[in-house]
Structure formats: C-alpha cells, structure tokens
C-alpha cells in the first residue's frame, strides 16, 4: 500500500520568508496529491491539491510542486505571515475508488513576527 | 464550519467503560471516515465507510466498531479493547472515494480515560 513521508516535522521561519514542506510517496501508480491545514484547535481543511497530470499549482501565496519520476511533491509559501502558522498535512492516492487517502504525519510551522 | 458535526466535544471514560462518538453529517456525502490524531502521529485511520451498510477498516482498527445504517451518520464506538482511547477523533466526509474529491473535517471529539 501507500506510505507518504513528511519532512520536516517542525519549521520555524522570519516573517516574510518562504516555507518548504516536502512529502514522498510510494506507489507510483498514486495520482493525486491534496495538502491539508490545520490551526490550532481547528479541524484540517483543504488549502491546495495537484493531481498527476501537471507539475505545479499555485493559487496566491501557495504553490505546490509535483516530480513523479522521483515521487515527491513540495508544498511552497511565499511571503509567510503569522496566521498561516498551523499543522500542514500531505497526502496521497491512487484513484482506485477503493482506497482512501493516507496522510503524512504533519509539519508543524511557526512563523515568527 | 456547519454540513459536519461531532459530539461531544469532550468525553470523560472510566476504563473498562465502552463509549460512542457521534458523526453526522448533511452533505449528502457518500462516504466517510473516522481518523485519529495523536501528538506528532498524523492523521490514522480507524475506519471508513464508502456506501451505507459497508465500511471498511483502517490501519488502526483493533478496539474500535462503527456503524452505517443511514447516509447522514457514522458512529464509532470505542470499546474496552482499546488499550490506549486517550486522543483526538476527526469525522470526515467525501461526495465520493476520496481520491477526485475533497474531505470535509468535523470539529472532532477529544476523549480522555480516566
């Protein structure tokens, strides 16, 4: 089955700086690649996905970035601010219509003012 | 934050005691799921249920039943097999199999064993 590896586990930036959050995945066959974020306290909500059929996706200040020859997928924020301080969750899936996602074990980003 | 809702918010067990955590939901959502979140583990799934009366179990169903006798609700009960209840449970739902589509998070319940 799929397994996703989350790197780092912790990140701490400037304000202003950019944030990389890095995940590989096993099954080559997985197509989609959705990012979840998590505020204190809060329930995770979707904040950007990729599917296999593109490289990379951008929407604002968040970008993702998908290499499937090497099976690894980048969550990218520029210009950080201290509200996007929160728990980011990758994860992966073939579209089978059997299987559900399996997530990543999280990073958890602190953004310094 | 309505269309999918978890009760209790907080829920106090004696051990040896089962309890039940409520998940409903009323997005007309397929399919659903039961995760559990411990410091630092991620997100692990329990069990999930693509169509009602079946479901299906996660990587970390010992200790734990659910039910899906209607499309709105998914239950998980937390029996006294379950060595170590004490965390975080997420209810999730999807329009369909999770993979072409977005999963909807409920507020959770955190249950603590006394």
């Known amino acids: 089955g799929e397994n996703v590896e989350q790197h780092p586990s912790t990140l701490s930036v400037q304000e202003g700086d950019s944030a990389v959050i890095k995940c590989t995945y096993s099954?080559?066959?997985?197509?989609?690649f959705p990012w979840y974020k998590q505020e204190l306290g809060k329930r995770p909500q979707l904040i950007i996905d990729?599917?296999?059929?593109?490289g990379e996706k951008k929407d604002q200040r968040i970008a993702v970035t998908l290499n499937k020859t090497a099976k690894h997928f980048s969550l990218h924020i520029t210009e950080t601010q201290p509200e996007d301080s929160a728990v980011y969750f990758c994860?992966?899936?073939?579209?089978?219509?059997?299987?559900?996602?399996?997530f990543g074990k999280g990073t958890r980003l602190s953004v310094i003012a | 934050d309505g269309g999918i809702t978890q009760s209790p918010k907080y829920l106090f067990r004696k051990e040896g005691q089962n309890v039940t955590l409520s998940c409903e939901q009323n997005?007309?959502?397929?399919?659903m799921y039961w995760y559990r979140q411990d410091p630092g583990q991620g997100l692990r799934l329990i069990y999930y249920?693509?169509?009602?009366?079946?479901?299906q179990k996660g990587d970390i169903a010992e200790g734990y039943s659910v039910s899906r006798e209607k499309k709105e609700s998914f239950p998980l009960t937390v029996t006294s097999a379950q060595k170590n209840p004490t965390a975080f449970y997420l209810c999730?739902?999807?329009?369909?199999?999770?993979?072409?589509?977005?999963?909807?998070f409920g507020p959770g319940t955190r249950l603590t064993v006394l």
């Open positions: 999730a739902s999807s329009p369909g199999p999770s993979g072409y589509n977005e999963q909807f």
């Open positions: 099954d080559s066959a997985s197509n989609y």
């Open positions: 990729i599917r296999s059929n593109v």
């Open positions: 994860a992966a899936i073939y579209y089978s219509g059997n299987t559900p996602l399996v």
């Open positions: 997005l007309n959502h397929d399919a």
């Open positions: 249920s693509q169509i009602v009366n079946d479901f």
